[in-house]
């Protein structure tokens, strides 16, 4: 079956660390995005990407990061600089501008 | 800026009603919608789409209105059945330096009482 799996479902970061989200599909999809999502909030859009090797800020990028070296995988780090980083964190694929986007299963990150 | 906003956070309904869940637009160049189910925990999960070349599109159980002179969106679900309970969420993909980004409006929580 084609989906978007993202991993791991929980994560836990000490304070001033690093984490990476993984995100991988095989949708074929070209477009892949990261949204957060706050507790009783819509989605916020942190990072996308159109194409391979390309990606473009969203409208909270400031504290993640993130890469696009497949067409299946666009990792999402989040940086120590990201000052409040617990939240819900939902990747994202869709196949066009007329199209639905297909969501992982989502990661629920929270600092210890 | 132009955003996808929603009326009401949350809508409470009997089991077997009739449950609408209304959706402001702002960006008058949008040309598609969406309308999407968010269970607990999960990811949202794409419940119908319509264009805007387009008033009324019907799925199962569920019918899209859309109102371009004032920008409106609705989504109705007829019979509606405690596993409707979620939250909905309205979005379009605004066209930006030649990409669509999915946007997305606050969210509706239904809540359905059996």
């Known amino acids: 079956d084609g989906g978007i799996t993202q991993s791991p479902k929980y994560l836990f970061r000490k304070e001033g660390q690093n984490v990476t989200l993984s995100c991988e599909q095989n949708l074929n999809h070209d477009a892949m995005y990261w949204y957060r999502q706050d507790p009783g909030q819509g989605l916020r859009l942190i990072y996308y990407s159109q194409i391979v090797n390309d990606f473009q800020k969203g409208d909270i990028a400031e504290g993640y990061s993130v890469s696009r070296e497949k067409k299946e995988s666009f990792p999402l780090t989040v940086t120590s600089a990201q000052k409040n980083p617990t939240a819900f964190y939902l990747c994202a694929s869709n196949g066009g501008s007329m199209t639905e986007a297909f969501f992982g299963q989502g990661t629920r990150l929270t600092v210890v | 800026g132009e955003s996808v906003g929603l009326h009401l956070p949350t809508l409470s309904v009997q089991e077997g009603d009739n449950s609408i869940i209304n959706c402001a637009y702002s960006n008058s160049a949008s040309d598609y919608f969406i309308w999407y189910k968010q269970e607990s925990g999960k990811g949202p999960q794409f419940i119908i789409d319509i264009r805007s070349n387009m008033d009324k599109r019907q799925g199962q159980r569920v019918t899209v209105l859309l109102n371009k002179t004032v920008k409106h969106l609705s989504l109705q679900i007829a019979a509606t059945q405690p596993g409707d309970s979620a939250v909905y969420f309205c979005?379009?993909?605004?066209?930006?330096?030649?990409?669509?980004?999915?946007?997305f409006g606050r969210g509706t929580s239904l809540i359905v009482h059996p």
């Open positions: 979005a379009e993909n605004i066209g930006s330096g030649g990409s669509y980004i999915p946007t």
